[in-house]
């Protein structure tokens, strides 16, 4: 199971608490545990990758083992710690302002 910290806004959007544990089929990469997320939560599609592109959507960063995979290809492979369920993969809402 990969747990999957999400911002709290798409939390009570999908409404739960806390973090989610999803099962991934095949490897574990962004797109996949992004892919489980959405088929387990269906009113998340569109929040979190646009509809059309399937990119993050901008002020949404992803993070893993204290490293930024914002930028990573969504095919790479997720750390072993994050694919064993030991960390979480982290969906952070950007704040922005000025």
């Known amino acids: 199971m990969i747990r999957v910290v999400i911002p709290f806004h798409l939390r009570t959007l999908a409404g739960v608490t806390g973090h989610v544990e999803l099962r991934v089929e095949g490897p574990a990469t962004q797109r996949s545990v992004l892919d489980a997320i959405e088929a387990t939560y269906p009113m998340l599609r569109g929040t979190i990758r646009d509809h059309t592109t399937q990119l993050r959507r ?41």
Not at 80 to 93: K, R, T, W
């Open 58 to 98: 901008p002020f949404l960063r992803f993070f893993a083992c204290e490293q930024d995979l914002s930028h990573e290809s969504p095919d790479a492979m997720l750390p072993d710690a994050v694919a064993s369920g030991a960390e979480p993969f982290l969906i952070v809402g950007g704040i922005a302002g000025g």
